[in-house]
């Protein structure tokens, strides 16, 4: 994946204008405590992550979207081709969903950022190079 798209924003948990601070405050969805927290702003440019309320209602059907069309995919995968007993792969299907709840939440938030927040490259190279020097000191 490449700086600059969207896909590099939401698999590596950055900011969608800058691509450098991080949207949540931690990048392991299991940490039960924290994986729903997000930054209230970018660190390096500044960027708000807490719009006006309600604003990730929409990243519920961003959500669904996702969950569906996992179950679906495995549903057919496992049951039509591989011709698995439908019970069975609906009973994994399940177990590995509420698993993957965490993950599911977390990408639905960054797709749904994603879509409002286009990617700055000024505002990237500023944030890279602010980066660099907070490390190097």
């Given at each position: 994946?490449?700086?600059g798209?969207k896909?590099y924003?939401?698999f590596?948990?950055?900011?969608?204008?800058?691509?450098?601070g991080?949207?949540?405050?931690t990048?392991?969805p299991?940490?039960l405590?924290?994986?729903?927290?997000?930054?209230?702003?970018?660190e390096?440019c500044?960027e708000?992550?807490?719009?006006?309320?309600?604003f990730?209602?929409?990243?519920?059907?961003?959500?669904?979207a996702l969950?569906v069309?996992?179950m679906?995919?495995f549903?057919?995968?496992?049951?039509?081709?591989l011709?698995l007993?439908?019970?069975?792969v609906l009973?994994?299907?399940?177990?590995?969903?509420?698993i993957l709840?965490?993950v599911?939440?977390?990408?639905a938030r960054?797709?749904?950022?994603?879509?409002?927040?286009?990617?700055?490259?000024?505002?990237?190279?500023?944030?890279?190079?602010?980066?660099k020097?907070?490390i190097?000191k």
């Amino acid at each position: 994946m490449f700086k600059g798209t969207k896909l590099y924003s939401i698999f590596t948990n950055t900011c969608p204008k800058c691509q450098t601070g991080r949207f949540f405050q931690t990048n392991n969805p299991y940490n039960l405590k924290k994986f729903d927290k997000l930054n209230e702003k970018c660190e390096y440019c500044k960027e708000s992550f807490t719009r006006e309320p309600g604003f990730y209602i929409g990243s519920m059907y961003v959500s669904y979207a996702l969950s569906v069309g996992l179950m679906v995919a495995f549903f057919v995968g496992f049951v039509l081709i591989l011709d698995l007993d439908m019970y069975y792969v609906l009973t994994g299907l399940v177990i590995s969903y509420v698993i993957l709840i965490p993950v599911m939440f977390r990408l639905a938030r960054l797709i749904w950022i994603n879509i409002f927040v286009k990617y700055d490259p000024e505002k990237g190279r500023v944030a890279k190079e602010e980066k660099k020097t907070v490390i190097g000191k």
